[in-house]
């Protein structure tokens, strides 16, 4: 994974649920909370592109948010949040499976 650095292309890949759902005649929106970055959709909707340009700074106080929206008949909404925090696990539980 890339870090949300200037000059860096993040890429994110959807997954719909559930398996073998599809979408049909859907229009698909990308924005960004930073008027510097322009995000992408691809035709179907499931890869959005971030380039970050050049010497780009992601602003400390309000983070990088890229709002992902779809029309009917599938109205659906995400945020991605490419700086999110790492959560790192602070136990596991195991449970016999054969």
Not at 13 to 35: I, K, M, Q, Y
Not at 51 to 79: C, F, K, Q
């Amino acid at each position: 994974m890339l870090p949300t650095t200037g000059g860096n292309t993040l890429v994110y890949t959807g997954t719909l649920s559930p398996v073998g759902a599809l979408f049909t005649t859907e229009t698909f929106t990308v924005t960004s909370n930073d008027p510097a970055v322009l995000p992408t959709v691809d035709p179907t909707g499931l890869i959005v592109t971030v380039p970050l340009p050049a010497g780009w700074v992601e602003n400390a106080a309000t983070p990088l948010a890229i709002t992902y929206t779809t029309t009917a008949p599938a109205s659906l909404s995400a945020t991605i949040t490419p700086s999110a925090p790492v959560v790192v696990p602070t136990g596991i539980a195991f449970v016999q499976t054969t």
